[in-house]
């Protein structure tokens, strides 16, 4: 099936533990997306990456690292996990057209820092 | 900070109702977009609608902009149990390269 995968689907870290969010897409665009939702307040933009081999940081990037090695993945680095990162993490993909332009996202990742 | 802002951010209606949410943003966008989120999953892509559009339909789903007043609604006509779920808009700010998201409003739709 095309679209965006999220994994893990669950995480449970210790407080100062690392780890990676893994996401790939198999829509071939060129630009994705990283997401955190906490209760009560939408989106917000963690990081993102216009095209291989480039990211940018976005509204809330301070405790994450991202990385752009093809086309195809783009992952999201916890280096010292904080019980303020307990959310649920989603990655897009965005899709353009000539008439339009969307994103799809993956599953998600829920996350807890205890 | 958010972008968008969604009013009501709970609205509770009948089968067969129609419901109506409104966005308001804050800077110039490019077009604005609806999205849908059922519990536990991911968003799922609604509706775009253009800065130089002012209405757009999509089954059942009719969206406004007004660029003057910087507010978006989205009408859902003739509302159904599986309707349910939470709505968020999202604006394509001009210059930058990534989505801006409200704090959404959660549908319940009673059967």
């Known amino acids: 099936n095309a679209g965006v995968t999220q994994t893990p689907k669950f995480q449970v870290l210790k407080t100062g533990q690392s780890m990676t969010l893994q996401c790939a897409q198999d829509?071939?665009?060129?630009?994705m997306y990283w997401y955190r939702q906490d209760p009560g307040m939408g989106l917000r933009l963690i990081y993102y990456?216009?095209?291989?081999?480039?990211?940018d940081k976005g509204e809330v990037p301070n405790g994450y690292n991202v990385s752009r090695l093809n086309k195809r993945e783009f992952s999201l680095r916890l280096e010292s996990a904080a019980p303020s990162q307990t959310s649920v993490y989603f990655c897009a993909v965005r899709t353009r057209g000539a008439t339009n332009e969307k994103l799809f996202f993956g599953s998600g990742t829920q996350l807890s820092v205890l | 900070s958010q972008q968008g802002e969604e009013d009501p951010q709970a609205l509770s209606i009948q089968e067969g109702e129609n419901a109506t949410m409104n966005c308001s943003y804050k800077t110039s966008i490019n077009n604005l977009q609806w999205y849908r989120q059922n519990s536990g999953r991911g968003l799922v892509h609604l509706i775009l609608?253009?800065?130089?559009?002012r209405e757009k339909h999509s089954g059942r789903l009719r969206v406004t902009l007004d660029t003057s007043k910087k507010s978006s609604s989205l009408l859902i006509t003739a509302s159904r149990a599986a309707d349910t779920a939470s709505y968020f808009c999202a604006t394509a700010d001009t210059g930058r390269r990534a989505l801006t998201f409200g704090s959404g409003t959660r549908l319940q739709v009673q059967p």
């Open positions: 829509m071939n665009h060129n630009s």
């Open positions: 990456s216009a095209s291989e081999g480039t990211t």
């Open positions: 609608i253009r800065s130089n559009e």
